[in-house]
Structures are given as C-alpha cells and as structure tokens.
C-alpha cells in the first residue's frame, strides 16, 4: 500500500524533471541551428528554425499519438470543449515562441527578455490556476514566498549566466557583403524599447497561461493524454509552420539556408520542445496540478541552461567568483522556493457550494381543541 501511495509522487516528478531537462535543453540547441542557418555572420535565422520545431512537434505530437490511438486506444475521449481547449493550449506555446523571436527581432537581449519571460510566467500561471480553482482565499504566505523565491532564484541565476561561444561551422556559413546595407536599429540599446516590453509580455501570458489552459483541456477529454497532445501538435504546425512558409515565399526575406547542420539542431530544439510539452501531461495525467508544476518547471528550466553554458559552453572558465556566487545563490533560491511551492499549494478541487441550509419545522395552526403538542382529552381515532 505505501508503494502505491508513493508511486504517483515520483510519477509527478519524473514528469518534471524530463520536462525541466528538455525545455532547458531547447534554448541552447534551437540556438545552434539559428547559428547554422544563418548565411550573415553574427546574425541568426528565425522563421527557417521556427518551421523546423513546428516539423518536430507534427511528427512527435501528431504522428505518434495518432498511430497510437490507432491501434492502442486511451481512456477519455474526443470532446468539442477539449478539442478547442487543448488546440487554444498549442496556440499560446507557439505564441510564446513568436514572441520570444519577435523581442529579439525589436533589438532585445536574451540577457534580460529570457529572464523577464521565466521570471513572470510562473507568476501569471499561479494565479490564473488559483483564480480558476475559486482558491484564492487559500493562498499563504509561505506559498507567495516561495514562488517569490522561484522567480528570484530564475532571475538570478540567468542574469548571472555566462555568454556562450557562438557555435559558427565556417564551411556552412556564407559571408555575405553587407557593408552598404542600412544601419541595423535592431541593435542600439533602447531602440523599440516598448514593442520589446510589449512582446515579452505577450510571452509571459502565453506562457503562463499554457498549463492552466492543457490541464482544462485533458480534463474535458477524460483525463487522455494523447488527443491534447495531438492537438498541442496541430497548433504548433499551423503556427510554427505554415505561417513562417507563407511568410518566407512573400513579403520577409531572411538570410539563411536550409542546411544540414542547422536543420538537424533546430528539429532537435523542437524535439525537445515536444517531449517538454509531454513532460506537463503526464504530469498531470499522474496528479499533478498546474499551480505547482509549471513554476517548478519554468524555475529548473532556465537552471539547465546555465549549466549547459557553464560545462559545454565552456563558461565556468570565464566566470568571476562574483559571478559564480551569484549563479549559486540563484540556484539555491530556486530550489527552496520550488519546496515551499510544492508543499503549500493550494490543494483540492474547485471549492464546493455550500449545502442548502434544511427549513426549520414549522408548527401546524393551534384549533379548538388545543396545540397539537398539548393532551387534548380527547382520544385519537383508532
């Protein structure tokens, strides 16, 4: 019995940590198929990686769910609520993606859009989870400390995070003669500052409503998890797909290239996306709730990613003690405020309607012959 009742927990986490592992993973690698499909030095592609993750999430959250379906079957089922719920749900990942690249395009920095982004998501996913659960008179404390510290310790830790060398195979990239081409605005500090703070709000919303919004849709399928999955996937090929296509064959054109290596990173970037977004569902196909697996998940994400920089990238070596002990002091925030998170969630379901109060019994009218409750001296009928 206690093994059954310990197997759900660790269910949960697994479920995080593959998704914490891929979605702190997906920058870097995304990262490096931008690098290779450029055809300008120092420049990325954008809308050439970005079909590339559409493609991987077709064929990982399409295809295989699909197939299995086919032939395994799944408990739950297809429902009209569900469907638009979970298809609302890849919308708002993809979104979030879009609006990562349109920060950047508007000249801001992954030094303090990503940040900004980790920072706030778990933030708006919290209390739109608590808001939809009626438990916001629930909430503790200890709770908002907690995910106080999580987003400290996210902010922390990336602001503190090494630049990482840029990964340029020389045999890929194309030199392309730009020195007559207009000056790139893009660049200069404060340039679009507010089209910056306005994508990366986006980001954050999208973001931080993505869980709340798949949870509501797995429940309306019966708890499945293959359909929202599926449709998870449907969202992320029409947005991540189609529209960087019909984009690229009329008015944007972009320096860069399909080319082997930055294409095999990108569908790697967007594998990992996908496994990620599976990570969330099984998650909360085992119990989990969003109010607590999305901040852990957003708080040890960012923290894979530094540490990728620190050993592949080589960054540990260029750290100040300053730097290292900030990157430390983030690391420990976001692990004790993860605890405290997890541990003082609001727990349950929706709240329940109070039961109606039962009508107080009323006393039939006194007659001639008495209150009912008095002898009357007079014998019943038999």
């Known amino acids: 019995m206690v093994e059954k009742a310990m197997q759900g927990p660790l269910l949960i986490v697994a479920s995080i940590c593959l998704t914490v592992l891929s979605w702190g993973l997906y ?26 993750v559409g493609l991987a999430y077709f064929l990982i959250a399409v295809i295989v769910p699909t197939v299995l379906l086919s032939t ?6 297809w429902s009209a609520g569900g469907i638009v719920t979970s298809l609302l749900a890849g919308c708002l990942g993809a979104g979030g993606a879009l609006g990562i690249i349109t920060a950047f395009t508007f000249g801001g920095r992954p030094s303090y859009v990503m940040p900004l982004v980790f920072g706030g998501a778990p933030v708006v ?12 008179k629930e909430i503790g404390p200890v709770f908002l400390a907690g995910l106080l510290m999580v987003v400290m310790g996210a902010v922390t830790v990336l602001v503190f995070k090494p630049a990482p060398h ?16 207009p000056p790139d605005n893009r660049n200069v500090p404060g340039g ?30 019966g708890q499945s998890k293959m359909r929202p999955f599926l449709c998870v996937g449907l969202s992320y090929f029409l947005i991540a797909v189609l529209v960087p296509w019909l984009l690229l064959g009329g008015p944007v054109e972009e320096a860069s290239v399909f080319n082997w290596s930055g294409t095999l990173w990108s569908l790697g970037g967007g594998a990992l996306g996908a496994f990620g977004a599976l990570g969330i569902i099984m998650a909360f196909t085992f119990g ?8 852990l998940v957003f708080g040890g ?21 300053w730097g290292l002990g900030g990157f430390l002091a983030g690391l420990m925030l976001v692990i004790a405020g993860a605890a405290l998170v997890l541990i003082f969630a609001p727990k349950g379901g929706p709240p329940k309607k109070p039961a109606k109060p039962e009508p107080e019994p009323t006393n039939p009218p ?17």
């Open 27 to 52: 920058g870097p690698t995304l990262h490096r198929g931008q690098d290779g499909m450029a055809l300008v030095d120092g420049e990325f592609a954008r809308l050439r990686p970005l079909m590339c």
């Open 72 to 77: 395994r079957g799944e408990k739950g089922g």
């Open 125 to 136: 996913n919290a209390f739109i989870t608590i808001f939809l659960a009626g438990k916001l």
């Open 166 to 181: 840029k990964h340029v195979d020389p045999t890929l990239v194309e030199t392309v003669e730009v020195d007559n081409a």
């Open 192 to 221: 679009n500052f507010i089209l910056q703070i306005m994508a990366t709000c986006g980001v954050m919303l999208c973001w931080g409503s993505y869980g709340p919004v798949l949870h509501k849709g797995q429940a309306l399928m």
């Open 288 to 295: 989990g709730r969003p109010v607590y697996v999305m901040p």
């Open 301 to 321: 994400a960012p923290v894979i990613t530094t540490i990728e920089a620190l050993t592949v990238g080589g960054g540990l070596e260029r750290m100040s003690a």
């Open 366 to 382: 006194e007659t001639a012959l008495g209150k009912p409750d008095e002898p009357t001296g007079v014998p019943s009928p038999s």
